[in-house]
C-alpha cells in the first residue's frame, strides 16, 4: 500500500524528517508515536503534499506510485486522506456543500460519474445515520463553531464519506474527551477492511487502546526510532520518550 | 452538476475567450453624430417626440452639467473623460417600425439575447420574468405586458410611459436623484434615451418578477438609461437588472440613473448584476460605470432593498442608497463586488435617516484579487429625528494576491442619542491552511478559491432571487479566474 | 510679509524666539511660514478637517505670548505623583520656580526647547524636523515658522527611565487672548525605555490658542508611553500635530484622555517603520457643553510583521460634538501586518453628536485587519438592572460611563497612570461618588 524510502523533507530551510522507512500492508493500521517535535505532523504533510513541505530526499511510493510531485487534491483522489490535528473552518460553506463538493471532484478525477443532488444526499443521510451523527452538522458552515469533539467528528465523517485507501490521523485524539474518543474510534473502526490502511499519529498510548495497531513506530529526532507491536505502545505509557530524547525532543 | 464544479466547467469553456459576452451584433443602427451639444440634446428629445416640459428640463440639466465639476473624492483613477468622442443616441434600425410581438423583433437580436444566456421566450416561459431589453439606447421588446396590464402594473420603456401616462412620469422623475445631485447624473438627466418605467398601484403586489438586460452595443456609445419605479401604497416589486457589453479597446461610459420612490406600507426589491465588460488584463478597454441609484422611502412603513454584484466594468463608481424619511422605513444594502486584473471600483451606500425608527442594514463583500482596487464607500447619517433609529453595518473585504488593494471609508454621523448605530469591517485573505484542507480533500485549487469565496459571500447570494443566485455564483468564479496559481 | 487675521502682528516674528540665529532653524521657519501663508487654515473643504472648523480663531485676535505672560500664580497643578523630573509650562513660558529636572538619571536629557538649542545646536539640528515632515498640514507648517516653547526627552541607548517625566501646560489668566507654539521634540534611542505624561490644564476665563507640535522617535528595540490628558479650559482652542517613527521591534503606546478644551483637535501620523513594531494608540474623550474634540490619526503599516491596536471610547453630553477619524494603511508587500481600531460613543444627549470615519486601505494580502464603530445612548436595559437593585439613577448612569470608558483606559499599560487617568474620568462625572475608590481597589 505504502512505501517510505529513506524519506528527508525540510520546512522552511530546516530538516525536520531525515530519513524515515515505513512499509504498510494493505489492511494494516499503524501507529507513530513520538515526542513532541518528533516530526510527526511534519510527516502527516508530507504525506498529503502540503506546500512549503518540501521533499528533500528519499521517495514515496503509494500502490507502486511515487507520490512527491503530485497536488494535495491528486492524492486525495487516489485515496490519501489526512484527518487535521486543528480542522480549518471555511466560513460561508455549508458542511453539506462542501462534501458534495470534494466527493465528485474526487469521483470526476477517477472517470467516474458524479453523484446527482438525490444520491449525494442518500449517501450522506446513511454515513451520518452510521456514525450517529446528527444531521444538523451537515447544514452548519465547514467546522465554523464547533467544539473540538464536533470538529474531530466531522473528520471522521469526511472519512466516511470520502471512503479512503489509506486515512492518515494526525492526532486525532488531542483535546478530546472520553466519550468523544470513543464515537470517533468507532468512526476509524467502521471503515477497517482488508483494502484499506492507516496511519495513525498519536502522542498518547490511550487512542490505541480503540483502534489497536498492528504495529507501532517511535519517531524521534527525525527518524523511526522502534517498531513493535501494540506491546510497544504501552511501554512508552510506562517509560516515556526519555530513552529516544534527542536535541529535538522537548 | 454543483454550482462550483459548473463554475469549473464554464471557465474551461471559455478559456481563451474570458470574456463571454463580447460579442458585437451587426444590426444597422440609427445614431446620432458623435459630440454632445444643445442640439444633440434636442435631438434626442425630438427623435423621442417629447413633450416640451420635457425638453427643458434636459436642456436645464445640460446646461448645468456644462458648470459641474467632475466628482473627485473617489479613490478611482483615469485620464478625463473626452465627452464628444461618444454618440449619445443609437438605436437599431427596426425602432421605426417597433416589433409588435416577440416574432417580428429582428432574429440577431434574439440571438444576442440567446448568447447572453437569456433566451426571451424561454425565460418567459419558465421564468415567468417579466422583462425589458435595452439595446444600447433604446429599449427593444417587452415581454408579459399583457399579463401586467391586468394587474394595473404599468412596466415599459419610459419614453413609452411619457406618451401613456406623462402626469405620473412628470410627478416622480428627478424627485429622489434631482438634476444637479452630481456630474454624471447631471448628464444622465440631460441626454438619458431610455429607461424602464415601472408602477405598481396601491395594494398590489406585482406577479412576477420585472427584469431589465441592459447592452452597450455600438462603437463609442454611451448608454445613459433612466430608471424609474414608483410602488404606491402597499405594494411590493421585485425589480432584476443585468448588464453586458462587448469587447472593444476604447473604454465606453455608462452613466445610469435610477431613482425608486416607496410610498406608505410599499416595499421595492432591486437587484443588479452588473457585468460589463471590464477591460482586457492590461487595463485596456471596457465600461466606466457611473452609476446613480437612489431611493427614497417616502412612506411610513415603506422598504427599499438593494442587492448588487458587481463584476464587470473598468471603472465602478456607484452608491445605492437610501433616503429613510418615512417613520418606520428599512432601507437594505447587499453588495458583492469582485475586481481583478486592472479594474477600479468605488462602491458602497448612503443611508439617510430622517424619520422616527427607521432601520437600515448594509451588508458588503468586497474581493479584490489582480492588480485591482476596491474601495467600500459608505455613509450612515442620523438626522436629530430620526429617533430610535439603528443601522447595522457589516463590511468585508477579501485580498486575492499581494498586487491588489481593498479599502474601507465608512463615515458615521450621528445626532440622535437614541439611534444605535454599529459599524463592523475585516480585511482578510484566504488562508493557506483553508487552501490545504480543501484540496487534501479532493477540490482543485481554483475550484476551492471560488468554494471559499462564495462562503464569503453567502450572506449576500441568498438575497437574489433563485434565477440570479445561480449566475452570481457561475460569475464569482469566472471573475476571479486567473487570481491564484 | 504673511498678515494672518487670527494673529496680531501676523507670522513675522518680531519678538525674541528660541535658536534665534541658528541658519538652519530660520530656514525652517521661513518655510514654514512661506508655506502656511500657501495653505491658509485649514477649512472643512479639506478631507481631513471635514467635521471641525476652527471657529475661534475667526472669532478672536490672539496675541503670541510675550514674556510676562508666563508669570501668574497657578497652584494645584495635576499630577501623577513620584517622577524623574517634571516640567511647568504657563502659557508656553517655562516656570523655572515650579520644574524639577535636578534628579534624571545618566543618559536622560530633559528640558525646555530653547536650552537644548542653546546647549546642543547641532543635535537639534540633526533631530528637528526629521521625523515630521509631512507635506500639506497647515497646522504643521505654523508650527514651524513659530515655534516659541516645548520640551525636548532625549533618552540614550539601553537606558531604561523607571520613573516617568511630566510635563504640565497651562493656559490662560491673560487679559487678552494669547497663542503659544510648543515645539517637543523626544527621542528614544534603540533598546531605551521612557515613559511621558503631559498635562494640558486651562486655568481662568481667557481664550487662547495653543498649537503644538511634536515628534517622537522610538528607535530598534525601545519602548516609549506617551500620556496625555488634555483638560483645557472651555475658552481654550487645542490645536496638536503628532508624528511618531516606530523601528524595528520597537513599541510605541498612546493615550490621549480628553475632558475639556472648546476645541480641540489631535492629529497623529505614526509610521511603523521596522518589521515587529507595535504601536498601541488609544484614547477616551468626555465632551460637555459646547465643547468639540477632534481625533484624527493615520497610522501607516510600512513593513511587514508590524501591529497597531487603536481603542477610542467617548461620551458626549448636552451640544458636544466628537470627531473620530482613523485610517490604518497597510503598504504594498507590507505583509503579515495586524490591524485593528475600535471606536464607540455614547451620546447622552440628543443636542450631541458625533462623527466617526475608521478607515482601512490595504495593499498587501496576508493581512489581518478589521475596524468597528458604534454610537448609540447608555445601555437601557442595564441601567433598569441596577436601578431594580436599589441604586439611584445618576449614580447607576455614572457606572455604566465609567464601565463604558474603562475598556478604553484599559489598554494603558502602565498601571499608576491607569488609575491616575481613571480617577479623572470619575471626577468628571456628573456627581462624584465612592466608585472611585471601589474601582482603584478592585483594578
Known sequence: MLEIKDLHATVQGKEILKGVNLIIEPGEVHAIMGPNGSGKSTLSYVLAG????EVTGGRIIYEGEDLTELDPEERAAKGIFLAFQYPVEIPGVPNSTFLNEAVNAVRRYRGEDELDKIQFVKMLRAKTKELNMSDEMLKRAVNVGFSGGEKKRNEVLQMAVLEPKLSILDETDSGLDIDALKIVSDGVNALRAPDRSSLVITHYQRLLDYIVPDKVHVLARGRIQKTGGKELALELEKNGYADYAGEEAA | ?????????????????????????????????????????????????????????????????????????????????????????????????RPKSLDEVDPELLATYEKLGIPIKEQEVLAGVAVDYVFDSVSVATTFKKKLEEVGVIFCPISEALERCPDLVRKYLGTVVPVADNKHACLNSAVFTDGSFVYIPPGVKCPMELSTY?????????????????????????????????????????????????????????????????????????????????????????????????????????????????????????????????????????????????????????????????????????????????????????????????????????????????????????????LFYLRQRGIPEEAAVALVVNGFCREVLQQLPMEFAVEAQKLVGISLEGSVG | MTAVSFLEGGLDANRALPGDGLDWLKKRRDKGAEKFGALGLPTPKLESWKYTRLRPLDDNTYTPVLDGAGDASVKDLPSVGDVAGRLVFVNGKLREDLSDVSDLPEGVRFGPLDEILKDDPAWAEAHLGVVAQDADQAMLALNDAMMDSGFVLHVQKGVVLRKPVEVVMVGGMTDQPVAYFPRNLIVIEPNAQATLVKHHVGRGVGAYFANAATEIDVADGAIFKNYKVQAESMQAT??????????????????????????????????????????????????????????????????????????????????????????????????????????????????????????????ADDVQCAHGATTGQLDQTALFYLRSRGIPEALARNMLVQSFLGDALDEITDAHVREVFMDRVVHWLPAHCYLAGEWKESA
Not at chain 2, 58 to 80: C, G
Not at chain 2, 312 to 321: D, F, L, R
Not at chain 2, 326 to 355: C, P, R, W
Request: with cysteine.
Open chain 1, 50 to 53: 502540503r506546500d512549503g513541505y
Open chain 3, 238 to 363: 487645542h490645536v496638536s500635530t503628532t508624528h511618531a517613527r516606530v523601528g524595528r521591534d520597537a513599541t510605541f503606546e498612546s493615550f490621549n484622555l480628553s475632558i475639556g478644551g472648546l476645541l480641540s483637535r489631535s492629529e497623529a501620523w505614526i509610521t511603523l517603520a521596522g518589521e515587529g513594531a507595535h504601536c498601541g494608540f488609544n484614547g477616551a474623550y468626555m465632551m460637555r457643553g459646547n465643547e468639540h474634540c477632534d481625533n484624527t490619526s493615520y497610522i501607516d503599516m510600512a513593513v511587514p510583521n508590524t501591529t497597531c491596536k487603536q481603542v477610542y471610547k467617548g461620551v458626549l453630553d448636552d451640544a458636544a460634538r466628537a470627531v473620530f477619524q482613523g485610517k490604518i494603511h497597510v503598504a504594498r508587500d507590507a505583509q503579515k501586518a495586524d490591524g485593528r481600531m475600535l471606536n464607540k460613543t455614547l451620546l447622552l444627549s440628543n443636542e450631541a453628536e458625533i462623527d466617526t470615519k475608521p478607515e482601512l486601505e490595504i495593499y
Open chain 2, 214 to 434: 441592459f447592452r452597450i452595443n455600438e462603437m463609442n456609445t454611451g448608454q445613459f438609461e433612466r430608471t424609474l419605479i414608483v410602488a404606491d401604497k402597499g405594494s411590493y416589486v421585485s425589480y432584476l437588472e443585468g448588464c453586458t457589453a462587448p469587447m472593444r479597446d476604447e473604454n465606453q461610459l455608462h452613466a445610469a440613473v435610477v431613482e425608486l420612490v416607496a410610498l406608505d406600507d410599499a416595499e421595492i426589491k432591486y437587484s443588479t448584476v452588473q457585468n460589463w465588460y471590464p477591460g482586457d488584463e492590461d487595463g485596456k478597454g471596457g465600461i466606466y460605470n457611473f452609476v446613480t441609484k437612489r431611493g427614497a422611502c417616502r412612506g411610513r412603513n415603506s422598504k427599499i432593498s438593494w442587492t448588487q454584484v458587481e463584476t464587470g466594468s473598468a471603472i465602478t463608481w456607484k452608491y445605492p442608497s437610501c433616503i429613510l424619511q418615512g417613520d418606520n422605513s428599512v432601507g437594505e444594502f447587499y453588495s458583492i463586488a469582485i475586481t481583478n486584473n486592472a479594474q477600479q471600483a468605488d462602491t458602497g451606500t448612503k443611508m439617510i435617516h430622517l424619520g422616527k425608527n427607521t432601520t437600515s442594514r448594509i451588508i458588503s463583500k468586497g474581493i479584490s484579487a489582480g492588480k485591482s482596487d476596491q474601495t467600500y464607500r459608505g455613509l450612515v447619517k442620523i438626522s436629530p429625528k430620526a429617533e430610535g433609529a439603528r443601522n447595522y453595518t457589516q463590511c468585508d473585504s477579501l485580498l486575492i494576491g499581494d498586487k491588489c488593494g481593498a479599502h474601507t471609508v465608512p463615515y458615521i454621523e450621528s445626532k440622535n442619542k437614541n439611534a444605535i448605530v454599529e459599524h463592523e469591517a475585516t480585511t482578510s485573505t484566504i488562508s493557506e491552511d483553508q
Open chain 2, 1 to 97: 452538476m454543483s454550482a462550483t464544479a459548473e463554475t469549473v466547467e464554464q471557465v474551461k469553456s471559455i478559456s481563451g475567450e474570458k470574456y463571454k459576452y463580447g460579442f458585437v451584433t451587426d444590426i444597422a443602427a440609427d445614431k446620432a453624430p458623435k459630440g454632445l451639444s444643445e442640439d444633440i440634446v434636442r435631438f434626442i428629445s425630438a427623435k423621442k417626440r417629447e413633450p416640451e416640459w420635457l425638453l427643458e428640463w434636459r436642456l436645464k440639466a445640460y446646461r448645468r452639467w456644462l458648470e459641474m465639476p467632475e466628482p473627485q473624492w473617489s479613490k478611482v483613477q483615469f485620464p478625463p473623460i473626452d465627452y464628444q468622442q461618444y454618440h449619445y443616441y443609437s438605436a437599431p434600425k427596426s425602432d421605426d417600425d
